[in-house]
């Protein structure tokens, strides 16, 4: 990438593009940022470096890379407190030719994080293993929340529940939806209120270990499910079949869009896809990209996506890995009903409702 754009070196300050780049490890403090506290430059002859101040270099030698593998650079606090550009000139110095950023510094414009993203889609074979493991862990904890939650908790209080029990395999929930009975039709993105939780209940997790998030969402229903829930559920259920039946190497992201937007209108649900997103391609973030009309981005192999198909009320969530025997699915929890759908003669499994 850096010989084809002529860039003498790229520095990744991004907490995403450090967890990438260093197989799982951790720049983030302030979790409320994008940035982190270490940056990582690299020259275009392989050289790598390791660019902190005083506070925190230490940790991140000793828990986060691997000292042999980097050269350190490293500066007080108060340099780079008094000027936020510091970093720039230090790698600049470095490349000593045209360098680029993944985030916005300053007054610096030279941000590529589109080129960086394209590096991360096709995942190495560690990243694999790693990703696997982590949507196992997160498929069996959703799947067997029941098990920790009441009727007659809140939201809130679930939404809690969800993020110790991932904790517990040192998984933090960086998105965690609830909703319970009216409000799962009312709000696709339903943050945890004070509303109790008497009949039905969404629970939705983007859950990140080692820098991968696996997105997955699951519906519990406390006895018998109406006829209508029950209509569709099935539909989105066949609507997300499609999904992953087009997401294959080489596919366009419109073309699967428009794939998606067909499947909602056969299941007579048409136009529910303009009422949320579907879902595209994710790994070090929640989404790298969403497939809409007019996205040509496409498919790589060993590339994750975490598909979310939705119909007022309901909806269906996995994370899967593309690979060259079609689709693998990460999420799935064991025990937990699934809805089949066959299509050229491929079985797909999609989360059902777990009456409860």
């Known amino acids: ?26 720049n983030g403090v302030d979790l409320s940022q994008a940035n982190g506290v270490g940056s990582l430059l690299i020259r275009n002859d392989g050289k790598r470096f390791l660019l902190a101040n005083h506070i925190e270099m230490p940790r991140l030698l000793a828990e986060e890379v691997s000292f042999k593998d980097f050269e350190q650079v490293d500066f007080s606090w108060q340099t780079d407190k008094e000027n936020p550009s510091y970093i720039l000139k230090v790698a600049g110095r470095i490349i000593g030719h045209k360098l680029a950023t993944d985030v916005f510094m300053q007054s610096y414009m030279g941000v590529c994080e589109g080129l960086i993203a394209k590096c991360r889609y096709q995942l190495t074979a560690g990243e694999i293993e790693r990703f696997k493991k982590l949507g196992k862990d997160a498929g069996e904890i959703i799947g067997e929340i029941y098990n920790k939650i009441e009727v007659g908790q809140t939201e809130i ?26 409000r799962i ?12 939780w008497q009949k039905t209940l969404m629970i939705v997790t983007c859950a990140k270990r080692d820098g991968l998030i696996a997105s997955l969402s699951r519906i519990f229903s406390v006895g018998d499910i ?22 294959r190497p080489e596919a366009i992201a419109k073309d699967i869009f428009e794939i998606t937007k067909n499947a909602y209108s056969d299941v007579g649900f048409a136009n529910e896809e303009t009422k949320h997103h579907q879902g595209g391609a994710c790994g070090y973030k929640t989404r790298d990209w969403v497939a809409h009309s007019k996205s040509l981005e496409q498919v790589q192999l060993n590339q994750a996506f975490a598909l979310n198909p939705s119909i007022t009320g309901t909806k269906s969530e996995e994370t899967f890995i593309v690979t060259e025997n079609g689709i693998e699915v990460i999420t799935a929890s064991p025990n937990f009903p699934s809805i089949e759908n066959v299509i050229d003669e491929i079985k797909y499994l999609t989360p059902d409702i777990l009456v409860i």
């Open 1 to 26: 990438m850096l010989n084809a754009e002529n860039l003498g070196g790229v520095l990744l300050n991004s907490q995403h593009n450090f967890a990438w780049l260093t197989g799982g490890g951790n």
């Open 226 to 247: 109406s006829d209508d829930l029950r209509n569709r559920t099935d539909a989105v259920a066949k609507v997300h079949a499609q999904m992953m039946h087009a997401t």
């Open 185 to 196: 039709a009312k709000f696709r993105h339903p943050i945890p209120t004070e509303n109790v």
């Open 157 to 182: 209080e679930i939404a809690n529940i969800v993020k110790f029990e991932l904790g517990k395999r040192n998984i933090s929930s960086v998105v965690t939806l609830v909703a319970a009975d009216e």
